[in-house]
């Protein structure tokens, strides 16, 4: 091969390092941007927050904002669950405050829970700042008049999708009673493989790790209730993923499969499946089935 020859080989070689090179770079210094989807919130979704308390705190990320919505009854001799709510990577905590007003029980309290980054919180999104907001939220909560009495409220967590690795930090330190994750990926570096191959997953900074928070949540509090329901046509987290993490301990995780169900269809669609769900009492929980 003469040097007419190899010029072109050359010049393919150096493209095919500066692509590779630039692809490294996103991954690695703004994967964030691939993860996270933060914004604010407009000036209509904030005036539709009526009757929701304004909890605001402080982390290491700066000022932080978080909803209360408390329950519509509260008898001196009943005690209050609060649901602790964690939206997708995508949602605002607001966006839940529908399917929160419209719970068929008066005795239910709701938590909804914004990301560092998101709504009006400051700062930016990770496992470990999302775990310590998301643990000051709720004690901000349960100092409020309307959650705190002489009967200590029944804590529960829900999330769905990045919400579901929130919602299994926090009850992987604080006990739940139940603790009802939506389409759960595995984790994020399962995640990352799918979406960028092996070799870029390794770059991968925010490492949720749903397997290891649940196995937490199994050994540490063999009380605690855990739910898992995936759609079979969820097109984001595929439906395998949360097959294997209720496979992890059948006896104690619910599987609930649906059918038709895309990825965001499980809070859309269904809302009256997750009020069953989230309401049915103990002794009447099934068996796993799909």
């Not at 649901?83 to 949602?91: I, L, P, R, T």
């Not at 926090?170 to 070799?199: I, K, N, Q």
């Not at 759609?231 to 038709?260: F, K, N, Q, W």
């Amino acid at each position: 091969m003469g040097p007419r020859a190899k010029k072109p080989v050359v010049i393919t070689l150096l493209v095919a390092v500066v692509l590779l090179g630039a692809i490294i770079t996103v991954v690695v210094l703004r994967q964030e941007a691939l993860i996270y989807f933060p914004r604010a919130y407009s000036e209509a979704e904030l005036d539709a927050a009526e009757s929701v308390v304004i909890l605001d705190y402080v982390t290491d990320q700066g000022k932080q904002t978080a909803w209360l919505l408390p329950p519509r009854h509260r008898g001196a001799d009943s005690s209050v669950t609060l649901w602790v709510v964690f939206g997708g990577n995508a949602s605002l905590a607001l966006h839940w405050l529908g399917f929160a007003r419209a719970v068929p029980d008066a005795h239910t309290a709701f938590l909804l829970v914004d990301y560092p980054g998101y709504g009006r919180c400051e700062g930016h999104p990770s496992p470990a700042s999302i775990h310590r907001s998301s643990d000051l939220a709720l004690q901000r909560a349960l100092e409020h008049p309307s959650i705190h009495s002489a009967h200590p409220p029944r804590i529960a967590a829900l999330g769905h999708s990045l919400g579901a690795a929130a919602a299994l930090q926090l009850a992987s330190r604080t006990e739940v009673e139940h603790l009802v994750l939506l389409a759960p990926f595995t984790s994020m570096l399962d995640m990352a493989r799918r979406t960028v191959g092996g070799p870029l997953a390794r770059f991968l900074r925010h490492r949720f790790d749903n397997r290891a928070h649940l196995e937490e949540v199994l050994q540490k509090f063999p009380s605690t209730r855990i739910t898992i329901v995936h759609g079979t046509r969820d097109e984001v987290i595929p439906v395998v993923m949360g097959r294997e993490l209720a496979a992890s301990a059948p006896a104690r995780i619910e599987y609930v499969e649906l059918d038709d169900a895309d990825h965001n269809a499980l809070v859309v669609i269904y809302d009256q499946e997750l009020y069953r769900i989230m309401l049915r009492p103990p002794a009447q929980l099934s068996t796993p089935h799909r």
